[in-house]
Structures are given as C-alpha cells and as structure tokens.
C-alpha cells in the first residue's frame, strides 16, 4: 500500500496536512526576476488574493512561487501546488492539474499524481470553497498557456 493511500482516508491526516501547509505554506515568497511569469488571482467571494509566479524554461517548471492574503483552504492548495508542480514538465503538470481538478469535481482521479492535495478531496461538499481550492491552479493553467503561447 502507497503512503497516499495510507492517508487518503483518515481524516485527521487530511486536517493535518491542510493545517499544515495553512500556517507554514511553501515557496510564499514573490521574487523580483524578470523569468517569471506573475498572475493575480482575487475571490469574490472569500478573502483570496493571492499572486502566483512561475519560472518556466525549456517546457519545465523550473520554480513556482505566490503570496498574498488568503484563506485555509486556498493557501493550503496553492502551497501544496507548489510543491507538486516544481520540476515537472508542462505535459506532466497539465496531467497533474486534470487530476486535481477532477478530484474537486467528484470525478475520477489518481490519488497518487496529487501526493499531497488529495487532502483536498473533500472540498467538492461545500461548493463555495471551490474557488479556494483552485484559484492557485488556475493561475498557474494561465501561465502553461502563456509560455506555451509564447513558442
């Protein structure tokens, strides 16, 4: 049995995790570096503004970073984001970002591509934190276009 798969299931794990990340997010600090590209994502609904960047070079994500104010559930994801999509190749980061949003939408997903962000399995029982739960993602969909836009 796989470490996801050990905690996909235990309620406690997820809240831990979700915490986790919430008051000690990852990569949450913007750089001053013209390589990157920079979004800025705002809720309507919920405190969320944030600004996420990435740096991606040669069809990889070299780094992606973020900041700003936001709610658990939307530091949490993005953190975790962060962390998942580091390194991977824009073909393997769209899989990822597939996976994720389906899991968000009660559809079929692999646990194993999202580590982590299955801790957000949850999310699709209160509609109104989807939007949280996706808003770094989004952004960061927007950037694979742009650079992908820019070949």
């Not at 780094?63 to 073909?91: N, P, Q």
Request: hydrophobic share 35%; aromatic share 6%.
């Amino acid at each position: 049995m796989s470490e996801v798969e050990n905690f996909i299931n235990d309620p406690q794990i997820l809240r831990e995790l979700i915490m986790d990340h919430y008051q000690y997010p990852h990569n949450h600090k913007l750089v001053k570096d013209d390589r990157y590209l920079s979004v800025h994502m705002a809720s309507d609904s919920c405190i969320d503004d944030i600004t996420v960047q990435s740096d991606i070079k040669d069809g990889v994500i070299q780094d992606i970073r973020f900041e700003g104010v936001a709610c658990t559930i939307s530091t949490a994801s993005t953190s975790m984001m962060t962390d998942l999509l580091k390194g991977k190749t824009l073909d393997e980061a769209r899989v990822i970002i597939q996976n994720y949003f389906a899991m968000i939408h009660e559809q079929p997903y692999d646990p194993e591509l999202l580590q982590e962000a299955v801790a957000l399995k949850n999310v699709y029982k209160q509609a109104n934190r989807i939007k949280c739960a996706t808003i770094g993602w989004d952004a960061i969909e927007q950037m694979i276009d742009e650079s992908e836009g820019k070949k």
